[in-house]
């Protein structure tokens, strides 16, 4: 990171970061085509850090997805411009806090993981309430886990 003053070293901030974050925006690469999608997630509780995503079971993304499972990922919080210091490029500047990670994307078959992941994007969005999926709905969803393997934070105050 070249701006290493602005680094999040204390993965408690960077775990704070996810907790606040709305969406993440996911990065595959179809051939040699970028492709990203922004999804809604949840947190594996447990370590090691994982996120857990649903979907549809077609589409672009698990076509992608099934020939090259290597992701990456970002989410951001915190966004406000504000006027900077005189000598800046512009005049103004962005506060920001942001995580940038990757890994690999599995498919989710075991059921009760699965129900696991889908309580956890749940939690995220409605921490403290109670999630009932009938067996029809966990049917006709795609449970993805994002196993992140790198994953480093950075703030501007």
């Not at 020939?67 to 966004?79: I, L, M, P």
């Not at 000598?87 to 075991?110: I, N």
Request: a neutral charge.
């Amino acid at each position: 990171m070249r701006r290493t003053d602005r680094e999040l070293r204390d993965p408690a901030d960077i775990r704070a970061i996810l907790d606040q974050a709305d969406v993440i925006h996911l990065a595959l690469a179809d051939g040699d085509t970028p492709y990203l999608v922004t999804m809604n997630f949840g947190i594996r509780r447990e370590a090691p850090l994982a996120l857990y995503l649903h979907c549809a079971h077609e589409g672009r993304k698990i076509d992608v997805l099934k020939r090259n499972c290597r992701v990456c990922f970002g989410a951001d919080v915190g966004r406000e411009v504000f006027q900077a210091e005189k000598g800046t490029s512009c005049g103004f500047s962005m506060r920001f806090r942001s995580v940038v990670g990757s890994g690999r994307m599995a498919f989710v078959a075991d059921p009760a993981e699965k129900l696991a992941g889908l309580d956890a994007v749940m939690d995220h969005y409605a921490p403290g309430t109670q999630h009932r999926f009938s067996d029809a709905m966990v049917a006709r969803t795609t449970v993805l886990r994002l196993d992140v393997e790198e994953i480093s934070g950075k703030m501007r105050p």
